[in-house]
């Protein structure tokens, strides 16, 4: 049924409860493909939220609501992940409805599913731990294009459990890990003293000697007021903002869909946080 | 008016167009960059020294020593001079920012001085 589906830019794959990509997809817009065993389907996704799914059972084909009950009952699934443009996303929506399987958000949601049963994915389920099973590996990306889920018992895993699981993404990148990383490789650095990651007004993710989460107000004012700049004359891209007061530096960049603000003292050594920066890589490399 | 200073900052390589922007956000004096609407630019530039001034006088400072915004294609220092005038300076993506900043600064004085 996906011959019939736009296929989109494939962005990578990973083995994981289907809740959680939809818990780290609140920007995407694509094709997930899923598989458990021999069985497989899609859902399509916009902002997190799936429209349509289908999914073949044995002979029966699941459209909806049921297929996406279906897949979310599976603890751990495969998943191939397929970025749609706006116009692949139109086609895509047109198929959906004309098959039959939109599946609202709208509708009641179905609820944490307690693990299938009926489930096994490789060795002894529900008694082997989740490393004998799928690929083991630590909280800190060592292997890409693996995925790892790090819970003991996977076949333990509900939707619940499942959101506070990390996920290694197939560029062998945790956004999660990778932010932390940053931060701290940053906050090493002489002369840094806070860096946080912002977006809509709100920190994400603060660290340092100095509170920076009552700065990100600001922080977006002037990175509102530079990207203005764009409109009267051609810029290109925001790189980043720098702004220098006798005590220090305050530094804003983009990271990925939000924005880094970093605090400095006036010591610092700018060239090796535009190094650090440099270093992020694209959304696109992550997956988002 | 500080022609020949604004003259001296425009010759320095990379440097695509020097503007003083006055305290109502209108162009005092414009050099360069002919593409550029000076009016407009000085407009939103000063939106961006506002909201950089509020930044800092948050982080207990009156002070702003300067405010240098990068795009891809290009990119802006902006330092303020006295009476409420700032100097902007449109650079390419490639200029020697350090040496451009250096003689930013280094002429901040004189050209206030001149205002």
């Known amino acids: 049924m996906t011959d019939s589906l736009p296929p989109g830019i494939f962005i990578g794959e990973m083995e994981a409860p289907f809740k959680w990509i939809l818990i780290h997809a609140a920007r995407f817009q694509g094709l997930i493909r899923v598989k458990a065993g021999d069985e497989e389907g899609f859902v399509m996704v916009r902002k997190g939220e799936p429209m349509g799914c289908t999914f073949q059972r044995k002979e029966e084909l699941l459209k909806g609501k049921d297929a996406y009950l279906h897949i979310i009952g599976f603890p751990v699934v495969n998943l191939y992940i397929h970025r749609y443009t706006g116009d692949e996303m139109e086609a895509a929506t047109r198929f959906i409805q004309s098959s039959g399987a939109e599946y609202s958000p709208s509708e009641p949601g179905p609820g944490p599913q307690p693990p299938r049963e009926d489930v096994q994915i490789e060795g002894e389920a529900g008694k082997k731990e989740a490393h004998e099973t799928l690929k083991a590996g630590d909280a800190i990306p060592g292997q890409p294009g693996e995925v790892t889920v790090l819970s003991k018992k996977a076949m333990e895993l509900t939707a619940e459990t499942a959101e506070e699981t990390a996920v290694i993404l197939p560029s062998g990148l945790d956004t999660e890990n990778l932010a932390h990383l940053l931060l701290r490789r940053m906050l090493r650095l002489p002369g840094?003293?806070?860096?946080?990651?912002?977006?809509?007004?709100?920190?994400?993710?603060?660290?340092?000697?100095?509170?920076?989460?009552?700065?990100?107000?600001?922080?977006?004012?002037?990175?509102?007021?530079?990207?203005?700049?764009?409109?009267?004359?051609?810029?290109?891209?925001?790189?980043?903002?720098?702004?220098?007061?006798?005590?220090?530096?305050?530094?804003?960049?983009?990271?990925?869909?939000?924005?880094?603000?970093?605090?400095?003292?006036?010591?610092?050594?700018?060239?090796?946080?535009?190094?650090?920066?440099?270093?992020?890589?694209?959304?696109?490399?992550?997956?988002? | 008016m500080p022609k020949n200073e604004l003259k001296r900052l425009f010759s320095l390589d990379g440097v695509r167009m020097a503007i003083i922007i006055d305290p109502?956000?209108?162009?005092s004096e414009e050099m360069g960059a002919e593409n550029i609407e000076?009016?407009?630019?000085?407009?939103?530039?000063?939106?961006?020294?506002?909201?950089?001034?509020?930044?800092?006088?948050?982080?207990?400072?009156?002070?702003?020593?300067?405010?240098?915004?990068?795009?891809?294609?290009?990119?802006?220092?902006?330092?303020?001079?006295?009476?409420?005038?700032?100097?902007?300076?449109?650079?390419?993506?490639?200029?020697?920012?350090?040496?451009?900043?250096?003689?930013?600064?280094?002429?901040?004085?004189?050209?206030?001085?001149?205002?």
Do not use: W
């Not at chain 1, 989460?213 to 764009?230: C, G, Q, R």
């Not at chain 1, 720098?242 to 880094?260: M, R, S, W």
């Open chain 1, 192 to 288: 840094v003293q806070a860096v946080s990651i912002f977006g809509r007004g709100t920190s994400v993710l603060s660290i340092g000697k100095v509170e920076l989460d009552s700065l990100v107000v600001l922080a977006e004012d002037m990175l509102e007021a530079a990207k203005e700049i764009s409109t009267v004359m051609h810029t290109g891209p925001f790189v980043h903002l720098t702004l220098q007061i006798p005590a220090g530096k305050v530094i804003i960049a983009p990271y990925f869909n939000e924005y880094l603000c970093i605090l400095t003292s006036p010591e610092v050594n700018l060239g090796q946080i535009r190094k650090i920066l440099k270093d992020i890589p694209a959304a696109t490399d992550a997956g988002r």
């Open chain 2, 24 to 27: 109502e956000g209108g162009v």
């Open chain 2, 38 to 115: 000076g009016d407009q630019l000085a407009a939103v530039v000063s939106f961006v020294m506002a909201e950089s001034r509020a930044m800092a006088t948050r982080l207990g400072e009156e002070q702003i020593s300067m405010v240098f915004v990068e795009f891809r294609d290009m990119a802006l220092l902006s330092i303020p001079l006295d009476g409420g005038f700032f100097l902007l300076l449109i650079t390419h993506p490639t200029a020697n920012v350090g040496q451009i900043s250096y003689e930013l600064k280094k002429n901040q004085d004189l050209i206030g001085s001149l205002l």
